[in-house]
């Protein structure tokens, strides 16, 4: 099931494009609204997400750190893994974000020897795939802009002659591509072959990651293989963002299905685990300063506590303790 | 105490790139750049065809060109073959520009709307043009 389930899906989205394409002549509606919606669905839904996520509550200061809180000035702190200032958070999350720190921090706990001794070592598989794997997706993205932008700012051509610096067949192999084809597969792959990770997986983890290698593979092919007229292609999505979208029929069905398929994957987005995107930023585990010995953080859930002062009791009961002969503060 | 301020933050840097392509191509012009046939040499045919049919052209120019330049260097294999009582050699410069005479509005045209950095100019010499 959680392998077949995201399959069909795939399957399901690459023959509905097909089917409403070549049988059924939808070009418009494949190439032109769906691509819209799918484009609003995807803003929309990020604001509402990240507004929602902005209005929560921070009930508590849980920064979760991983070295040496500030304390005296002879105990050295350990800075980015602690941070006791914003300086410092920004520097930690600025790490996290392009550089995957707390995954590089991954452990695998084995047993050694006849006595089954625990050991605990270092495991970069999973940063590796997943720094290769985000990575190689950027620059995908970055190159795809030069069938959007019109003209093509200078700065694209130096990702794409950086990419495609091997020279390789022609059209010319872009690394990227194969990168991220091979980075998503190996994260596939490790969710079905690893026991202890299928066991925590579930349909919607292995969802995205099809997605992508659909989409990568359909661009793959596009690119070398089952080749498409990319003067059109460039005519139909620079007429989408100058909001004049002209569809021509002359485009390959294979570009139909890439774009299809890479429409699911921005309406999804907003709904699924890909939020990790804007959530990083805003995960307090991550965002917040362990300064709670600086600074008091206020619960804006703590109810307004009805306090009865000393001075309000003896306002109250100052005759009769005169009386008692229990001393008082104000005569 | 919320994350008010770190979300508008996330908002702003995100609407903000959402928005880019958009702004970036307001005075963009979706006109397609055509590209120029008319060529002295293409005039004077008869019959006006290319060594292959136009569909084919169009996706696998890049890759007959590459085939050619590594049967040429490698193997030495020069001829292409006869159209038309035509002897067509496989060469850049004899075959394909000698028609094409007009790098600027056939070749170029297009790759730059579509951002292609071809690099067959770093040995050979593009053609010199006569502008009218």
Known sequence: MKVMLPLIGVVGIIVIAIVGVELMG???????II???????????????????GKSAVPFCIPTTSGQQRSLPWIKQSRFDNPSNNFEVVVRMALEVFLFRSLFKNTRSTLKGDEGRIVHGSSKWLWIAGIAF????????????????????SVLHLVESLDGFMQIGVPVLYMSGLVLLGAATYLFIRRVYIPQVRYITLPNDNFPLMLIIAIALTGILMRYIAKVDIISVKDLLVGLLTLKPAVSSGI???????????????????????????GVLLSPTRNMANNSRMIRHINPWNYPVKLHTYEEYEEDFRDKMIQAGIPVEKE | MSDKGKAIFVLVIFLAVAAFPFLYNRAASSASPKIELNTPVIDAMRVKQCILPKEKMRHDHMQLLNRWRDEVVRDGQREFGEIDGVKYEKSLQKTCLHCHSNKAEFCDRCHTYASVSVYCWDCHLAPKENKP
């Open chain 1, 35 to 53: 691509p819209y919606a799918a484009f609003i669905v995807f803003v929309v839904g990020i604001v509402m997400k990240v507004l929602k996520w």
């Open chain 1, 26 to 32: 939808l070009h418009y509606l494949f190439g032109v």
């Open chain 1, 134 to 153: 985000h990575y190689s997706f950027l620059t995908v993205v970055l190159r795809h802009l030069r069938l959007f932008y019109e003209p093509v700012p």
């Open chain 1, 252 to 278: 390959g069905p294979i570009f139909y299905v890439h774009i299809f398929l890479v429409s699911v994957f921005l309406a999804y987005f907003p709904f699924s685990k890909l939020m990790h995107s804007a």
